[in-house]
């Protein structure tokens, strides 16, 4: 992160002349005409993904792959860098299929502790541990069924919980903590990571079975560094949704657009919008 902060430090330095020069405008910017770019606007209006910005013929091939696996009731993993758009993803496929109308429960499961992370999937019973809730506890899994659940950086589970969510999977039901009772569940499961998942399977870190449970289907998101004819699209995204934030309307040098579609974005879509914001 550090090193990302300080790339972003000297590309804001760079860009600086560009910015101070610019102009307010009453209209802002969206940059070349419509035209110049090879994308599909009624997909996107098709399929409620107007935040899914891209002109490069990979995401609309991405996002046409994403639309197909909507519609069949399966396990998704998506893979991709940091900052890519993994939950973007996630919110098309959830929108464009048959659970729209349920519950939609987002994980994080790098930011949970493992000595929590059973009680917060699966919930527990009054008196479970110290400190429990009196009435015990509903878990994501319980909240999310019929809908979809989100298992945002799924690479980060530990190992005795991949067990667990293996047998809630295979089983279509799991315990509470202090429980005695199953609890059904019937849910889709959209998986994201940014690690090497058969790398870690090869070293014991993931399990095989569990992995083969999740990606039935994989979605690949490339790094943005791989479509840099996206960059000045999301620019002018970018500047138009601050803009309406702040109460500014402001353009941008075409040569500071090109100076930032040569850069590598090592964080990728999250990086570029933290420094069009600054």
Not at 26 to 41: M, N
Not at 83 to 90: L, P
Not at 177 to 204: C, F, H, M, Q, W
Request: proline content about 4%; charged content about 30%.
């Amino acid at each position: 992160l550090e090193e990302y902060d300080n790339f972003d430090i000297d590309i804001v330095r760079k860009i600086a002349e560009y910015l101070e020069d610019a102009e307010f405008i009453e209209e802002p910017y969206t940059g070349p005409d419509e035209e110049d770019y090879s994308f599909d606007q009624a997909l996107i209006e098709k399929t409620q993904a107007e935040d899914f910005v891209f002109r490069s013929k990979a995401m609309q091939s991405v996002l046409e792959n994403i639309i197909k696996i909507a519609r069949y009731d399966c396990n998704v993993i998506v893979f991709g860098d940091t900052g890519v758009g993994k939950e973007k993803a996630a919110n098309i496929i959830q929108k464009n299929s048959d659970r729209k109308m349920q519950p939609f429960v987002k994980i994080n499961c790098g930011a949970i502790s493992p000595n929590l992370i059973e009680s917060e999937f699966f919930g527990y019973e009054k008196g479970a541990f110290t400190g429990a809730s009196a009435g015990g506890k509903k878990g994501y899994f319980e909240l999310a069924n019929n809908g979809v659940i989100f298992l945002d950086e799924i690479g980060e589970l530990p190992l005795e919980m991949q067990a667990k969510l293996l047998r809630a999977i295979q089983d279509g039901e799991f315990y509470r903590v202090g429980g005695t009772s199953p609890v059904k569940t019937n849910v889709r499961i959209i998986s994201a990571t940014n690690r090497d998942l058969e790398r870690y399977v090869e070293e014991g870190r993931f399990r095989r079975d569990l992995y083969y449970r999740l990606n039935v289907v994989p979605i690949k998101i490339p790094a943005l560094s791989e479509r840099t004819e996206d960059i000045p699209a999301l620019i002018y995204h970018f500047l138009s949704k601050y803009g309406e934030k702040f109460g500014l309307k402001r353009g941008i040098a075409e040569s500071a657009v090109e100076y930032l579609q040569q850069q590598q974005w090592p964080g990728n879509i999250r990086e570029l919008e933290n420094t069009v914001q600054r």
